[in-house]
């Protein structure tokens, strides 16, 4: 996917390339500019070439075609240590044998910053993660979370423009995880620092980005920021990577504008929006989101199609009531609604009708 060149690009990726081989490409054509200030997340399975993008951003690794800029420089040849860029990694890499303030002077050290103002950019760094007091231990005496704000601290502590992060809150539990990921989108925002973060978590991506970049083979397959990725993913590997997702197959009978009516294999017809498609005749899968589905008949809106479906499993889960459905042949068919005093508990093995908005629902790509 090209993006348009852009005078105020900040960190610019040039039609780049990688191979390891000389055969196969892990990168493949990749165009990406982000403005300053701008947290992108690269999210993607397992050796979608996010990783690889990172690393050849940060200059461990090197471009097998295209060119990198930052600020405008093209910085293909230049060592990682003269990038002036942050990094933070999942396993924090910080020294053992050093205090956490020595940890944090290292970078001040390798840039030849003099002795006071080394010690003042300490103070200020470990402020800011709120781990002032912990200068005088090592790393080994701290909890992973405050480690990972440690490595956090040494990463901002030489005031880089650009941070790049490499899963870092992978080995963190679940509620450290989700505090953490505040911490750090608000501490991106508050000093103004260009983000490029990668995991594979979708709630991440969604939760701490400006804009997400979803990838897979090695291209960006789509770049939005989170609610427009989430509500209209442009291909069906989004709509299916992105959040739980239903999928019913289909073939399309007719296309006017941005109408498309589907029939679907149970040979109902239904009216969806052509995302992915282009051929009358063309076989579709279409997207409907679980919570845009509806069983309670005086809450289905005006204009909502609706289909028969059976029962097969109601879970109670706090929050939401998660129903799964036989629908038109498919027996994975979610449907997600909130808890609320009205909301019918159903038993397996019942019929109902279910519906939602034509709008709600895309006709993808088979």
């Known amino acids: 996917m090209a993006e348009p060149r852009s005078n105020d690009a900040f960190v610019e990726f040039e039609r780049v390339q990688k191979s390891y081989d000389g055969e196969t490409l892990v990168v493949k054509d990749l165009n990406l500019s982000l403005p300053k200030g701008e947290f992108l997340t690269m999210l993607g399975p397992s050796g979608s070439g996010k990783t690889t993008c990172l690393m050849m951003l940060a200059g461990f690794e090197t471009a097998t075609h295209g060119e990198i800029r930052l600020d405008g420089k093209e910085i293909n040849n230049i060592p990682p240590h003269k990038r002036g860029i942050g990094m933070v990694f999942q396993n924090y890499a910080l ?94 925002h508050s000093l103004g620092i260009t983000t490029v973060y990668v995991t594979h978590d979708q709630t991440e991506a969604l939760t701490m980005s400006d804009r997400v970049a979803v990838f897979d083979d090695g291209r960006i397959q789509q ?31 007719e296309i006017k504008g941005d109408q498309a009516l589907v029939e679907l294999d149970d040979g109902e017809v239904i009216d969806c929006k052509p995302v992915n498609v282009s051929q009358v005749g063309e076989r579709t899968r279409v997207s409907i989101r679980p919570e845009r589905v509806e069983f309670n008949k005086d809450r289905l809106q005006q204009g909502a199609h609706t289909l028969k479906a059976e029962v097969l499993e109601f879970i109670y889960m706090g929050d939401i009531f998660r129903t799964r459905l036989r629908v038109a042949g498919n027996d994975e068919f979610i449907v997600k609604t909130r808890n609320a005093p009205d909301q019918v508990r159903l038993e397996p093995g019942t019929q109902i009708d279910i519906g939602w908005l034509p709008q709600d629902c895309r006709a993808l790509e088979a």
Request: avoid cysteine; charged fraction near 25%; glycine fraction near 8%.
């Open 223 to 253: 770049i939005a920021p989170p609610d427009q990725l989430y509500e209209e993913p442009d291909n069906s590997f989004v709509a299916q990577f992105i959040g739980e997702n239903n999928t019913l197959m289909g073939t399309l009978k």
């Open 95 to 188: 020294f053992p044998h050093m205090t956490i303030a020595e940890n944090l002077s290292f970078p001040l050290e390798v840039r030849k910053i003099g002795k006071s103002d080394r010690e003042a950019k300490v103070k200020r760094a470990l402020d800011m993660v709120e781990m002032g007091a912990f200068g005088g231990r090592r790393p080994a005496q701290l909890s992973g979370g405050q480690q990972q704000r440690i490595a956090l601290a040494r990463a901002l502590v030489f005031e880089p423009e650009l941070v790049l992060m490499d899963e870092p809150l992978g080995a963190l539990d679940k509620q450290l995880r989700e505090k953490m990921q505040f911490e750090i989108t608000n501490l991106a």
